[in-house]
């Protein structure tokens, strides 16, 4: 464990130089440069951390970056425990990129070193992977301190830098290497207990190392992982008609009954299942009117209306019988032969009237009016024989007093009054009326008395008389 100067010389080289730096920090990363170490026995099936190993077998261990931000030069030191492990072989990987150099360096003694720095300093490099390997030869059975581990050469934090440009000079990078350390120890490979692997957990088996007595535990195998089973079905909703139903395909392990896996399988809906097409909203045609119903198809499952289609009825047309012709007559209409629709409420007719003719009047008969009737026209139809009077003119009205009917009161009415009073001739019967000339119903020797008076003073006064 010996500090070489090939590194002091690295170091004060690297120094020297001076350019652009250029970070290459992630998002998520933390700053700084992480190695880890993983070691593999070549001679045995045993392979995991912390190391196991028997006498003569071969160790291969490998130096990696697993994290890396940014660095311009890195010293390492790797200690490691000679009195068990002997150090065979060293080889720096040289990773990076063809310009960079990796310098490693090692002893008998449980000392190795490993420098790097990029050759076209001081750009940084962000480089990550392999930096080195180590083939060690197990010399004895373990000691309970023998281990392998890797630090910054002197635990000197200046050894891992970037260049800072803006202060011309070189600063620490934050440096890891928890991962770059393992112990070792002696086993007896046929004295382990198995520990069977299950679906989700690997297997391994435990020793007892003989040097250290502590349990460590090697032979891992992986996770057997599940046994699927038959897929079954689980959470069904039936479909309807119009929605779709589904259910869960779900698989289990057969082994440990996890579920593996769940999908939704979806059910297309079924579908309507049309019935019979059904009649409404009839309308019921006329003779010269379409009608129509609604053919209608409904859902035998889920009453929907599936379908609606109107369906016209041709119009029907008119039921005629016909109807014998008919003469007008002076008073009546009459009409041709003529068709009517029998069907109630539609009242179709060719039906056209013949006007009544109206009375044909052959020449009139006059009668002049006298003193018991009126006068009046008279004619006849010659078709029908109808009369018809008119030109009625008022009869004759009676003068009292003029009983000879001249339409004058003279002497001779007076004389002729005088001898019906005296019952010698009776007044002539159609002007007898004219006997009351005091109008008092009845023809006595007044009316005589009086009818004399107004002949010879021209004066009638019923009263002097009494
Ligand atoms: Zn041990
Ligand atoms: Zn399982
Ligand atoms: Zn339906
Ligand atoms: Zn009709
Ligand atoms: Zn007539």
């Given at each position: 464990m010996h500090f070489k100067k090939i590194l002091t010389i690295f170091l004060a080289a690297v120094l020297t130089f001076s350019s652009l730096t250029v970070f290459c920090v992630g998002?998520?990363?933390?700053?700084?440069l992480e190695v880890e170490v993983e070691a593999e026995s070549t001679a045995s099936?045993?392979?995991?951390?912390?190391?196991?190993?028997?006498?003569?077998?071969?160790?291969?261990v490998t130096l990696r970056i697993g994290r890396n931000t940014g660095v311009t030069s890195v010293m390492l030191y790797i200690d490691y425990d000679e009195t068990v492990l002997e150090l065979i072989e060293y080889t720096a990987a040289g990773l990076l990129t063809e310009d960079d150099s990796l310098t490693a360096y090692s002893t008998s003694k449980g000392d190795a070193y490993l420098a790097f720095y990029s050759e076209n300093y001081p750009n940084v490099s962000c480089a990550t992977g392999v930096l080195a390997e180590i083939t060690f030869q197990a010399k004895a059975v373990c000691a309970a301190d023998t281990f392998v581990q890797v630090s910054l050469f002197q635990n000197n934090e200046g050894l891992c830098t970037l260049w800072d440009e803006n202060?011309?000079?070189?600063?620490?990078?934050?440096?890891?290497?928890?991962?770059?350390?393992?112990?070792?120890?002696?086993?007896?490979?046929?004295?382990?207990?198995v520990t069977a692997p299950t679906c989700q957990e690997g297997g391994y088996t435990t020793y007892v190392c003989r040097a250290c007595k502590e349990t460590v535990i090697?032979?891992?195998?992986?996770?057997?992982?599940?046994?699927?089973?038959?897929?079954?079905?689980?959470?069904?909703?039936?479909?309807?008609?119009?929605?779709?139903?589904?259910?869960?395909?779900?698989?289990?392990?057969?082994?440990?009954?996890?579920?593996?896996?769940?999908?939704?399988?979806?059910?297309?809906?079924?579908g309507h299942t049309a019935g019979e097409a059904v009649e409404e909203n009839r309308v019921e045609p006329t003779c010269t009117e379409d009608g129509s119903y609604d053919s209608v198809v409904y859902c035998?499952?889920?009453?929907?209306?599936?379908?609606?289609?109107?369906?016209?009825?041709?119009?029907?047309?008119?039921?005629?019988?016909?109807?014998?012709?008919?003469?007008?007559?002076?008073?009546?209409?009459?009409?041709?032969?003529?068709?009517?629709?029998?069907?109630?409420?539609?009242?179709?007719?060719?039906?056209?009237?013949?006007?009544?003719?109206?009375?044909?009047?052959?020449?009139?008969?006059?009668?002049?009016?006298?003193?018991?009737?009126?006068?009046?026209?008279?004619h006849t139809c010659i078709v029908c024989a109808y009369e018809e009077r008119y030109d009625f003119v008022p009869a004759l009205e009676l003068l009292p007093g003029d009983v000879n009917g001249d339409g004058k009161i003279t002497q001779t009415d007076y004389l002729l009054l005088k001898r019906a009073i005296l019952k010698l001739s009776p007044l002539p019967e159609e002007f007898a009326a004219a006997g009351d000339f005091d109008g008092d119903g009845k023809t006595t020797a007044a009316d005589y008395l009086?009818?004399?008076?107004?002949?010879?003073?021209?004066?009638v006064d019923a009263s002097s008389l009494e």
């Amino acid at each position: 464990m010996h500090f070489k100067k090939i590194l002091t010389i690295f170091l004060a080289a690297v120094l020297t130089f001076s350019s652009l730096t250029v970070f290459c920090v992630g998002a998520e990363e933390p700053e700084g440069l992480e190695v880890e170490v993983e070691a593999e026995s070549t001679a045995s099936a045993i392979s995991s951390q912390p190391m196991i190993y028997n006498a003569g077998e071969e160790i291969k261990v490998t130096l990696r970056i697993g994290r890396n931000t940014g660095v311009t030069s890195v010293m390492l030191y790797i200690d490691y425990d000679e009195t068990v492990l002997e150090l065979i072989e060293y080889t720096a990987a040289g990773l990076l990129t063809e310009d960079d150099s990796l310098t490693a360096y090692s002893t008998s003694k449980g000392d190795a070193y490993l420098a790097f720095y990029s050759e076209n300093y001081p750009n940084v490099s962000c480089a990550t992977g392999v930096l080195a390997e180590i083939t060690f030869q197990a010399k004895a059975v373990c000691a309970a301190d023998t281990f392998v581990q890797v630090s910054l050469f002197q635990n000197n934090e200046g050894l891992c830098t970037l260049w800072d440009e803006n202060d011309k000079k070189m600063k620490p990078v934050p440096f890891s290497s928890e991962n770059a350390h393992f112990s070792v120890h002696s086993i007896d490979a046929g004295e382990g207990v198995v520990t069977a692997p299950t679906c989700q957990e690997g297997g391994y088996t435990t020793y007892v190392c003989r040097a250290c007595k502590e349990t460590v535990i090697g032979n891992l195998t992986g996770a057997t992982g599940h046994t699927a089973g038959e897929a079954v079905e689980e959470n069904r909703v039936e479909p309807t008609c119009t929605e779709d139903g589904s259910y869960d395909s779900v698989v289990y392990c057969t082994v440990c009954e996890s579920e593996i896996s769940r999908e939704t399988v979806i059910i297309g809906a079924v579908g309507h299942t049309a019935g019979e097409a059904v009649e409404e909203n009839r309308v019921e045609p006329t003779c010269t009117e379409d009608g129509s119903y609604d053919s209608v198809v409904y859902c035998t499952v889920c009453e929907s209306e599936i379908s609606r289609e109107t369906i016209t009825i041709g119009a029907v047309g008119h039921d005629l019988h016909d109807v014998i012709a008919k003469a007008p007559t002076c008073t009546e209409a009459g009409w041709n032969a003529y068709q009517a629709c029998r069907r109630e409420g539609c009242g179709y007719s060719t039906y056209q009237e013949l006007p009544a003719s109206g009375h044909r009047f052959g020449e009139p008969t006059v009668y002049e009016p006298n003193y018991h009737q009126e006068g009046y026209s008279v004619h006849t139809c010659i078709v029908c024989a109808y009369e018809e009077r008119y030109d009625f003119v008022p009869a004759l009205e009676l003068l009292p007093g003029d009983v000879n009917g001249d339409g004058k009161i003279t002497q001779t009415d007076y004389l002729l009054l005088k001898r019906a009073i005296l019952k010698l001739s009776p007044l002539p019967e159609e002007f007898a009326a004219a006997g009351d000339f005091d109008g008092d119903g009845k023809t006595t020797a007044a009316d005589y008395l009086l009818l004399k008076r107004y002949i010879l003073f021209g004066e009638v006064d019923a009263s002097s008389l009494e």
